[in-house]
Nanobody, 124 residues
């Protein structure tokens, strides 16, 4: 089992940058594919980005491609989401997730463990 704790959210202006972090407990961090999802009020949870166990393969939603970058640091058991050129439509609660089986990067119901989320608010 793994516990995930997100941090780094906040209130920023359009065009600003933020870096989200997700710290994972346990010694098996390297066995999990990791993903970031987000959920805005009144909307369904949507895929943002994901990276493979090794960090060598990444996937992004079209809406964030070229603006967001996912990465992981195995020594720190942490996955990051660097967000640039933020837009008001990026406003949401951002969740970190871990997946231990066959990887379907954008399918949230495939992920086994979830953090509690961190709020990102982008003002225009």
């Amino acid at each position: 089992q793994v516990q995930l704790v997100e941090s780094g959210g906040g209130l920023v202006q359009a065009g600003d940058s933020l870096r989200l972090s997700c710290a994972a407990s346990g010694r098996t961090f390297g066995t999990y594919n990791m993903g970031w999802f987000r959920q805005a009020p009144g909307k369904e949870r949507e895929f943002v980005a994901a990276c493979s166990r090794s960090g060598g393969t990444t996937h992004y939603a079209d809406s964030v491609k070229g603006r967001f970058t996912i990465s992981r640091d195995g020594a720190k058991n942490t996955v990051f989401l660097q967000m640039s050129s933020l837009r008001p439509e990026d406003t949401a609660v951002y969740y970190c997730a871990a997946e231990s089986g066959t990887w379907y990067p954008s399918e949230y119901n495939r992920y086994d463990y979830w953090g509690r989320g961190t709020q990102v608010t982008v003002s225009s």
